[in-house]
T-cell receptor, first 116, second 115 residues
Framework: DTGVSQDPRHKITKRGQNVTFRCDPISEHNRLYWYRQTLGQGPEFLTYFQNEAQLEKSRLLSDRFSAERPKGSFSTLEIQRTEQGDSAMYLC??????????????FGEGSWLTVV | AQKVTQAQTEISVVEKEDVTLDCVYETRDTTYYLFWYKQPPSGELVFLIRRNSFDEQNEISGRYSWNFQKSTSSFNFTITASQVVDSAVYFCALSEDNYGQNFVFGPGTRLSVLP
């Protein structure tokens, strides 16, 4: 399978614990995105990377959230001191440079987080 | 600011019926891109189509067709002869910038195709 892969697919954690999600993008894609989706809503942009550089962060990304892409390949999204409001699906996506595939972004299957 | 509206929250049809999913967008840019994604129960968002603002030609792909009308800021999606496997949530999305980030998604339309 050469699509975007995410791990773990599901995570249940107690309030106050830290969680980390991993995303492996499509291999030749240099852009990587994180989105959050809550039930009944469309995905909301969190942040994106161009290679290893984090170029934009949404206001949704509070100080408890940190994303990294150290070698420009896989990325991690860490949530510290989780709160019940963090319960959502965290979607990773990737794309090529603009103009090569027309900015189409391809999504993974998401990582479901439930904070109890 | 950009915005995408999908007024239909849920639609139910019987298999083999045609169904149209509506999408209305708002943007101040003259250059923008519109997308449709399908989200089956597994959760993955599956890319269906991309349209740029310069190309108003309608597109047909098998049982799927898209009607882009700049005059009404709409980008509607029609499934002909629907099948049970078409049951999913469908999202319309808009991207204004040249770098592909910060897509804005609509709230989605849940389509249920009944046998």
């Amino acid at each position: 399978d050469t699509g975007v892969s995410q791990d773990p697919r599901h995570k249940i954690t107690k309030r106050g614990q830290n969680v980390t999600f991993r995303c492996d993008p499509i291999s030749e894609h240099n852009r990587l995105y994180w989105y959050r989706q809550t039930l009944g809503q469309g995905p909301e942009f969190l942040t994106y990377f161009q290679n290893e550089a984090q170029l934009e962060k949404s206001r949704l990304l509070s100080d408890r959230f940190s994303a990294e892409r150290p070698k420009g390949s896989f990325s991690t999204l860490e949530i510290q001191r989780t709160e019940q409001g963090d319960s959502a699906m965290y979607l990773c996506a990737s794309s090529l440079n603009w103009g090569l595939s027309g900015n189409t972004i391809y999504f993974g299957e998401g990582s479901w987080l439930t904070v109890v | 600011a950009q915005k995408v509206t999908q007024a239909q929250t849920e639609i139910s049809v019987v298999e083999k019926e045609d169904v149209t999913l509506d999408c209305v967008y708002e943007t101040r840019d003259t250059t923008y891109y519109l997308f449709w994604y399908k989200q089956p129960p597994s959760g993955e968002l599956v890319f269906l189509i991309r349209r740029n603002s310069f190309d108003e030609q309608n597109e047909i792909s098998g049982r799927y067709s898209w009607n882009f009308q700049k005059s009404t800021s709409s980008f509607n999606f029609t499934i002909t002869a629907s099948q049970v496997v078409d049951s999913a949530v469908y999202f319309c999305a808009l991207s204004e910038d040249n770098y592909g980030q910060n897509f804005v998604f609509g709230p989605g339309t849940r389509l249920s195709v009944l046998p």
